[in-house]
Protein backbone atom coordinates (compact mmCIF):
# COMPACT_ATOMS: atom_id res chain seq x y z
CA UNK A 1 0.00 0.00 0.00
CA UNK A 2 0.72 3.50 -0.18
CA UNK A 3 3.06 4.71 2.98
CA UNK A 4 5.13 7.48 4.06
CA UNK A 5 8.25 6.20 5.35
CA UNK A 6 11.73 7.66 7.14
CA UNK A 7 15.22 6.81 5.82
CA UNK A 8 17.26 6.98 9.22
CA UNK A 9 15.55 6.01 12.25
CA UNK A 10 18.31 7.65 15.09
CA UNK A 11 20.61 11.08 14.30
CA UNK A 12 22.78 12.15 16.73
CA UNK A 13 23.84 16.13 16.06
CA UNK A 14 26.31 18.14 17.58
CA UNK A 15 24.89 20.73 19.12
CA UNK A 16 24.64 24.26 17.16
CA UNK A 17 25.23 22.00 13.72
CA UNK A 18 22.38 21.76 11.34
CA UNK A 19 20.07 18.96 11.49
CA UNK A 20 18.65 17.15 8.14
CA UNK A 21 15.68 14.64 8.85
CA UNK A 22 14.73 13.02 5.29
CA UNK A 23 11.19 11.32 4.55
CA UNK A 24 10.02 9.86 1.55
CA UNK A 25 6.32 9.18 0.45
CA UNK A 26 4.82 6.96 -2.42
CA UNK A 27 1.24 8.34 -2.41
CA UNK A 28 1.31 10.97 -5.79
CA UNK A 29 -2.15 12.32 -5.21
CA UNK A 30 -0.91 14.16 -1.41
CA UNK A 31 -1.41 17.73 -1.64
CA UNK A 32 0.28 18.42 1.89
CA UNK A 33 2.81 17.21 3.91
CA UNK A 34 3.38 18.30 7.53
CA UNK A 35 6.15 17.49 10.07
CA UNK A 36 5.47 16.95 13.89
CA UNK A 37 7.92 16.96 16.79
CA UNK A 38 7.16 14.70 19.78
CA UNK A 39 9.46 15.21 22.75
CA UNK A 40 9.34 12.14 25.60
CA UNK A 41 5.79 11.41 26.79
CA UNK A 42 4.02 13.67 24.95
CA UNK A 43 1.77 14.24 22.02
CA UNK A 44 3.27 15.57 18.48
CA UNK A 45 3.64 19.12 18.24
CA UNK A 46 3.12 20.86 14.83
CA UNK A 47 6.20 22.22 13.17
CA UNK A 48 5.92 23.23 9.99
CA UNK A 49 3.61 22.19 6.44
CA UNK A 50 4.02 22.15 3.28
CA UNK A 51 1.41 22.06 0.00
CA UNK A 52 2.54 20.23 -3.08
CA UNK A 53 2.44 23.79 -5.06
CA UNK A 54 5.49 24.44 -2.91
CA UNK A 55 9.37 23.53 -3.34
CA UNK A 56 10.80 25.62 0.10
CA UNK A 57 8.93 26.81 2.97
CA UNK A 58 10.25 28.14 6.01
CA UNK A 59 9.52 28.84 9.74
CA UNK A 60 11.88 29.64 12.56
CA UNK A 61 15.18 27.83 12.74
CA UNK A 62 12.97 25.19 10.18
CA UNK A 63 12.77 24.70 6.76
CA UNK A 64 10.91 22.05 4.87
CA UNK A 65 11.70 20.75 1.25
CA UNK A 66 9.80 18.77 -0.88
CA UNK A 67 11.01 17.28 -3.99
CA UNK A 68 7.85 15.70 -6.19
CA UNK A 69 9.68 14.05 -8.77
CA UNK A 70 11.65 11.87 -6.13
CA UNK A 71 8.75 12.18 -3.49
CA UNK A 72 11.23 13.26 -1.03
CA UNK A 73 10.67 15.32 2.00
CA UNK A 74 13.18 17.10 4.09
CA UNK A 75 13.34 18.90 7.45
CA UNK A 76 15.90 21.23 7.93
CA UNK A 77 16.42 22.52 11.29
CA UNK A 78 19.61 25.52 11.75
CA UNK A 79 21.85 25.36 14.85
CA UNK A 80 20.57 22.51 16.46
CA UNK A 81 19.77 23.19 20.73
CA UNK A 82 19.30 20.45 23.27
CA UNK A 83 15.68 21.17 23.14
CA UNK A 84 15.27 19.62 19.46
CA UNK A 85 16.44 16.36 20.68
CA UNK A 86 13.02 14.48 20.40
CA UNK A 87 11.23 12.04 17.49
CA UNK A 88 10.43 13.86 14.64
CA UNK A 89 7.36 12.46 12.27
CA UNK A 90 6.75 13.32 8.57
CA UNK A 91 3.03 13.08 7.72
CA UNK A 92 0.84 13.55 4.28
CA UNK A 93 -2.37 14.54 3.86
CA UNK A 94 -4.39 11.57 1.87
CA UNK A 95 -7.40 13.44 -0.50
CA UNK A 96 -10.69 13.05 0.70
CA UNK A 97 -13.78 14.52 0.96
CA UNK A 98 -13.75 15.57 4.49
CA UNK A 99 -11.15 15.90 7.15
CA UNK A 100 -7.88 16.03 7.90
CA UNK A 101 -7.11 12.13 7.63
CA UNK A 102 -2.79 12.40 8.53
CA UNK A 103 -0.83 9.77 7.40
CA UNK A 104 2.38 9.03 9.43
CA UNK A 105 5.49 7.77 9.19
CA UNK A 106 7.79 5.69 11.69
CA UNK A 107 9.67 8.62 12.82
CA UNK A 108 13.62 10.00 13.35
CA UNK A 109 15.07 10.44 16.60
CA UNK A 110 17.25 13.06 17.25
CA UNK A 111 19.82 13.45 19.83
CA UNK A 112 21.97 16.34 20.04
CA UNK A 113 24.95 15.99 21.90
CA UNK A 114 26.57 19.11 23.93
CA UNK B 1 -7.84 27.01 26.52
CA UNK B 2 -6.76 23.96 27.74
CA UNK B 3 -6.63 22.29 24.12
CA UNK B 4 -6.76 18.36 24.07
CA UNK B 5 -7.60 16.74 27.37
CA UNK B 6 -7.71 13.03 27.48
CA UNK B 7 -8.21 10.69 30.34
CA UNK B 8 -6.91 8.37 32.04
CA UNK B 9 -2.73 8.99 31.25
CA UNK B 10 -2.17 5.13 32.32
CA UNK B 11 -4.11 2.24 32.54
CA UNK B 12 -3.96 -1.89 33.13
CA UNK B 13 -6.10 -3.77 32.22
CA UNK B 14 -7.24 -7.33 32.08
CA UNK B 15 -7.64 -9.63 28.96
CA UNK B 16 -11.82 -9.36 27.85
CA UNK B 17 -12.09 -5.98 30.31
CA UNK B 18 -13.64 -2.77 28.78
CA UNK B 19 -13.27 0.28 29.41
CA UNK B 20 -13.46 3.91 27.97
CA UNK B 21 -10.57 6.89 26.79
CA UNK B 22 -11.92 10.09 27.16
CA UNK B 23 -10.97 13.29 24.60
CA UNK B 24 -12.22 16.83 25.50
CA UNK B 25 -11.44 19.53 23.61
CA UNK B 26 -12.66 23.72 24.18
CA UNK B 27 -10.78 24.73 21.18
CA UNK B 28 -14.72 24.33 18.89
CA UNK B 29 -13.10 21.78 16.30
CA UNK B 30 -15.35 20.34 14.09
CA UNK B 31 -12.85 17.10 13.32
CA UNK B 32 -11.19 15.23 16.27
CA UNK B 33 -9.49 11.89 15.80
CA UNK B 34 -8.27 8.79 18.09
CA UNK B 35 -4.83 7.30 17.03
CA UNK B 36 -2.41 4.49 18.62
CA UNK B 37 1.02 4.58 18.81
CA UNK B 38 3.00 1.48 18.92
CA UNK B 39 6.72 1.50 20.40
CA UNK B 40 9.22 2.67 17.67
CA UNK B 41 6.33 3.18 15.20
CA UNK B 42 4.07 6.31 14.22
CA UNK B 43 0.80 6.82 14.32
CA UNK B 44 -2.12 4.81 13.18
CA UNK B 45 -5.89 6.32 12.45
CA UNK B 46 -8.35 4.37 14.64
CA UNK B 47 -11.44 6.61 14.21
CA UNK B 48 -12.43 10.34 13.68
CA UNK B 49 -15.04 12.21 13.40
CA UNK B 50 -16.07 15.39 11.27
CA UNK B 51 -18.92 16.86 13.78
CA UNK B 52 -21.11 16.21 16.50
CA UNK B 53 -23.23 12.69 15.41
CA UNK B 54 -20.46 11.67 12.59
CA UNK B 55 -17.81 9.06 12.75
CA UNK B 56 -16.03 6.75 10.84
CA UNK B 57 -13.15 4.29 10.65
CA UNK B 58 -9.82 4.59 9.85
CA UNK B 59 -6.93 2.69 9.23
CA UNK B 60 -7.32 0.50 12.52
CA UNK B 61 -11.07 0.41 13.71
CA UNK B 62 -11.22 -3.39 15.13
CA UNK B 63 -11.68 -3.59 19.08
CA UNK B 64 -12.39 0.04 19.35
CA UNK B 65 -15.75 2.30 19.02
CA UNK B 66 -16.26 5.61 19.49
CA UNK B 67 -19.52 8.18 19.86
CA UNK B 68 -19.15 12.09 19.08
CA UNK B 69 -22.40 13.74 20.97
CA UNK B 70 -21.02 17.07 21.79
CA UNK B 71 -18.33 19.00 20.09
CA UNK B 72 -16.38 18.66 22.63
CA UNK B 73 -15.88 14.83 23.43
CA UNK B 74 -14.84 12.28 21.61
CA UNK B 75 -14.72 8.92 23.78
CA UNK B 76 -13.00 5.77 22.77
CA UNK B 77 -14.79 2.30 23.44
CA UNK B 78 -12.21 -0.82 23.80
CA UNK B 79 -14.53 -3.49 24.45
CA UNK B 80 -12.91 -6.78 24.90
CA UNK B 81 -9.10 -5.40 25.75
CA UNK B 82 -6.35 -8.21 24.09
CA UNK B 83 -2.86 -8.03 24.38
CA UNK B 84 -2.77 -6.31 20.52
CA UNK B 85 -4.12 -3.40 22.19
CA UNK B 86 -1.27 -2.40 24.44
CA UNK B 87 -0.51 1.25 22.88
CA UNK B 88 -0.53 4.40 23.55
CA UNK B 89 -3.31 6.47 22.80
CA UNK B 90 -3.54 9.78 20.88
CA UNK B 91 -7.03 12.19 20.60
CA UNK B 92 -6.62 14.85 18.30
CA UNK B 93 -8.70 17.32 17.05
CA UNK B 94 -8.16 19.93 14.17
CA UNK B 95 -10.31 22.61 12.21
CA UNK B 96 -11.90 21.91 9.07
CA UNK B 97 -9.14 23.19 6.10
CA UNK B 98 -10.07 26.28 5.01
CA UNK B 99 -12.07 27.36 8.37
CA UNK B 100 -8.69 29.69 9.98
CA UNK B 101 -8.44 31.66 7.00
CA UNK B 102 -4.38 30.34 6.53
CA UNK B 103 -3.28 28.32 3.24
CA UNK B 104 -2.47 25.43 4.93
CA UNK B 105 -4.87 24.17 8.18
CA UNK B 106 -4.13 20.89 8.54
CA UNK B 107 -2.59 20.42 11.45
CA UNK B 108 -3.62 18.39 14.72
CA UNK B 109 -3.22 19.16 18.53
CA UNK B 110 -2.73 16.42 19.76
CA UNK B 111 -3.33 15.66 23.94
CA UNK B 112 -0.80 14.34 25.72
CA UNK B 113 -1.82 10.59 25.21
CA UNK B 114 -3.09 7.60 27.05
CA UNK B 115 -1.00 4.48 28.07
CA UNK B 116 -2.85 1.46 28.05
CA UNK B 117 -1.37 -1.80 28.96
CA UNK B 118 -3.62 -5.13 28.37
CA UNK B 119 -2.18 -8.20 30.32
Known amino acids: GESVGLHLPTLSVQEGDNSIINCAYSNSASDYFIWYKQESGKGPQFIIDIRSNMDKRQGQRVTVLLNKTVKHLSLQIAATQPGDSAVYFCAEEQAWAAGNKLTFGGGTRVLVKP | NAGVTQTPKFRILKIGQSMTLQCAQD?????MYWYRQDPGMGLKLIYY???????DKGEVPNGYNVSRSTTEDFPLRLELAAPSQTSVYFC??????????????????FGEGSRLTVL
Open chain 2, 49 to 55: SVGAGIT
Open chain 2, 92 to 109: ASSYPSGQTGFANTGELF
Open chain 2, 27 to 31: MNHNY
